[in-house]
Nanobody, 116 residues
Framework: QVQLVESGGGLVQAGGPLRLSCAAS????????MGWHRQAPGKQREMVAI???????NYADSVKGRFTISRDNEKGTVYLQMNSLIPEDTAVYYC??????????WGQGTQVTVSS
C-alpha cells in the first residue's frame, strides 16, 4: 500500500509559477505510473499530467507547454512545475500513483488558486 502527501499549493497571481510536490511512502518500489489530476468546483476530476516508469509523459491539452511533470524514483516523489498559470487552473490538485497490480492510490489534495 502507498500513502501520498501533496504540498506546494497556494494562492498565486495569473502568469505566475507554482510547484507541487507529492511524496510517497509505504510500498514505493511497487509504483509504476505517477500523476496529477485536478478538480475544479462543479466539475469532474480530470487528468493533468502523467509520468510513466520509463519517463514517458502525457499532458492534458490545456496545460501543454505550461506544466512539466517529473519524478524522483529514489525519493518516491513526483513534482508538477506549473508556469504561466491562469484562473482556469484553479482547482484542488491530487497526486496519484498506480502500482504493478493496477491499484491506484490518491493523495488528500492541495488547493491551487490563481487570481486574475
Amino acid at each position: 500500500q502507498v500513502q501520498l502527501v501533496e504540498s506546494g499549493g497556494g494562492l498565486v497571481q495569473a502568469g505566475g509559477p507554482l510547484r507541487l510536490s507529492c511524496a510517497a511512502s509505504g510500498s514505493t518500489t511497487s509504483i509504476l505510473d505517477m500523476g496529477w489530476h485536478r478538480q475544479a468546483p462543479g466539475k469532474q476530476r480530470e487528468m493533468v499530467a502523467i509520468i510513466y516508469k520509463n519517463g514517458r509523459t502525457n499532458y492534458a491539452d490545456s496545460v501543454k507547454g505550461r506544466f512539466t511533470i517529473s519524478r524522483d524514483n529514489e525519493k518516491g516523489t513526483v513534482y508538477l512545475q506549473m508556469n504561466s498559470l491562469i484562473p482556469e487552473d484553479t482547482a484542488v490538485y491530487y497526486c496519484s500513483v498506480v502500482n504493478y497490480r493496477g491499484t491506484q492510490s490518491w493523495g488528500q489534495g492541495t488547493q491551487v488558486t490563481v487570481s486574475s
